[in-house]
């Protein structure tokens, strides 16, 4: 079995000595044992779940979501099909509400790029993006 110390295991995933820290504190990855000396010893199948982990952010995972994708992946005879669905559904609900917001805040944008017509930059009381805040256009109805 390969050990890696925490600074060997968070640069073979790329990532920071307190991104791994912060892993373990959350319980995303197991509590790993200690050599006499005190350092801690990670396994590499901590380094698959740390990839796996940075994966699933890079996806819009949270951590609570990954939490959860992460005790279904490591248990072998557990797989709540129902749950999924749900939790898929949820997830697209929540990508397309996002995807509106994107879509709102390049209107606004595009708006205010558009109604730009002095020399560039204008004061900021011309500015037409924040016109556009200030005078509340950028609300959702």
Known sequence: MINLTISELAKLC?????????????GLIATPPR?????????????????????????GFTLEEIKTIL???KTEHYFPTTDMYRFAKSKIKEIEEK???????KFLLEKAVNDSDSALPPP?????LMKILSE????NS
């Open 71 to 73: 005790v279904i992946y």
């Open 99 to 105: 995807i509106n917001q994107l879509n709102n805040l």
């Open 35 to 59: 050599t006499e000396a005190g350092y801690r010893m990670f396994s590499l199948e901590t380094a698959a779940d740390i990839k796996l982990i940075k994966l699933a952010q890079d996806l």
């Open 124 to 128: 900021k009381p011309l500015c037409p």
């Open 14 to 26: 790329n990532v920071n000595v307190a991104t791994v820290r912060y892993y373990e504190k959350r």
């Open 136 to 139: 509340g256009e950028g609300k």
